[in-house]
């Protein structure tokens, strides 16, 4: 059994076509710089257009010019047609549960089925602070999202309309006890951070935790950030099961040369 674990992942990315996504930093630009960069990467042929939920940049002038994260993907999913959007990720802390069902649900519909529902436990303690949220501990803040998860989702069959289908559900972290479990539970795809080894590591343990609850960890799509070239992360985190690659950039200078790499290697991948 546990070879057959193993082999698991390599199946998995045999059967999904690589996706790339884009994660648009809306930290030290104006709004009109980024929309630009969005539009780009839509042309360019990206999967996901991701931002971020926080209210500060999280490098560079600490207090830089930075826009909010839902209130931007109500914008994207209007001035953009074809790509995917979703936050990398929201922090379940700033947010109503059911609120935030209430609001993924809404740009599902402006963006005409896009959204991705990305979400997490968050850890920014200069958000919290500055906003007057309580940031606890990082073992309550998981508790809190666990919490919210079911609320989440029952929230979405009672909303009037509906969303549109099932809205993916992306949830962001390697914790290996809670956030790993929590995305085995609940998620569509698992977004998590590091280097190869660390990649491996995560995907077995949240393998494990599919199968303590009687899932099929194929039905969970892996996705890691790449600081890095297709050439070098490319076929090691592949071959892990990992089939979507987020790039990042952040700016008032949104630089899209290693997005266009991703794209060019996806593209001769899936030929």
């Known amino acids: ?58 490098s560079g002038d600490p207090d830089g010019k930075h826009f909010e994260c839902w209130t931007m993907l109500g914008a994207w999913a209007e001035a953009t047609s074809r790509v995917q959007i979703g936050a990398l990720v929201t922090c379940n802390s700033y947010r109503n549960p059911e609120l935030l069902a209430d609001m993924a649900r809404t740009v599902d519909h402006i963006s ?6 990305g979400i997490g436990a968050g850890w920014f303690e200069k958000d919290y602070t500055e906003y007057g949220y309580e940031f606890g501990t990082a073992g309550g803040r998981l508790d809190a999202l666990a919490e919210a998860m079911p609320r989440i989702e029952q929230r979405f069959g009672k909303l009037n309309p509906a969303p549109s289908r099932k809205i993916p559900v992306l949830i962001g972290g390697g914790g290996e006890k809670k956030t790993l479990r929590l995305v085995a539970k609940h998620a569509d795809i698992w977004h998590g951070f590091g280097d190869v080894e660390t990649a491996a590591r995560k995907v077995r343990i949240l393998d494990q935790h599919c199968a303590d609850i009687g899932r099929d960890p194929a039905e969970i799509e892996r996705s890691v950030g790449v600081p890095g070239s297709p050439e070098k992360l490319g076929k090691p985190l592949h071959d892990l099961g990992i089939t979507m690659f987020t790039v990042a950039t952040d700016g008032p200078n949104y630089d899209l040369g290693l997005l266009r790499d991703w794209i060019a290697w996806r593209d001769e991948h899936n030929a």
Do not use: C, S
């Open 1 to 58: 059994m546990l070879v057959a674990a193993r082999l698991r992942p390599m199946t998995t990315a045999a059967k999904r076509p690589v996706r790339i996504g884009f994660q648009l930093q809306p930290q030290h630009a104006e709004y009109a710089d980024i929309r630009r960069a969005a539009a780009e990467a839509e042309e360019l042929g990206v999967d996901i257009l991701f931002n971020w939920d926080h209210f500060y940049p999280l």
């Open 112 to 117: 005409g089925g896009r959204l991705v529902f």
